[in-house]
């Protein structure tokens, strides 16, 4: 069975991307938990990576455990006004590509978000990207949506879940394990219909209620 390693952009010093009240590194590490919590469900061992780790730390910790990990996926949200979601992979790499495509495929189902598609990682700014770059195990950096563009998606405690199940499922599929939505939304068993009373004893009970109800009319000359 595979280990994944969950990273949420940005720790507890950096804030990240910012848009009125929403911060993306509390966004990210909601988003994050939950979809570690999903794959554990489905039988995944998972680690998160400490939210006190800038991103070197973060890059030494995943190294660290490169033998038991063999993917890891870091969490961001985008800023810039743009709408939608992009996932970037490792340069020239069709293994991570692969990995990228599933899990942002995931998320634009799950989410309804625009499809920014999936982008190899010597296209973005700095030409390198150092949570993909620099990981010794297979990885790949999700943006999930922009914290501008895309606010009031993520002003909704639901809607982080949402993402999250996307993230969750790409990765699942990715490893070839079928998603099962009954481990995520337990399936509540009605409760079983009280057992009749014998039929004596529910005569017993109209006999009782008719006295009680006379001995009232009586008493108040009704």
Known sequence: MKTVCLSAGHYTLDPGAVSGSLIER??????????????????????????????IATIAWINDRSSQIDLACEIHINAGGGTGIETWYYYNDGTSKKLAEFINDACV?????????????????????GFIHDTLPLAVLVECGFIDGDSSYFTKDENLFTFAKGV??????????????????????????????????DLQKYKNAAIEIKGIFTKYNL
């Open 109 to 129: 189902a799950e989410t309804g978000l625009a499809n920014r598609g999936v982008k190899d990682e010597v296209n973005s700014p700095p030409g390198r990207l």
């Open 26 to 55: 509390d966004l990210v590490a909601l988003i994050t938990n939950y979809a570690a919590i999903m794959l554990r469900k489905h039988g995944i061992p998972t680690l998160e990576v400490p939210n006190d780790l800038n991103l």
């Open 168 to 201: 969750a499922r790409g990765i699942l599929s990715y490893i070839g394990v079928t998603w099962n939505p009954n481990l995520i939304y337990p399936q509540v068993q009605p409760s079983p219909p009280p057992n009749p009373s014998p039929a004596g004893e």
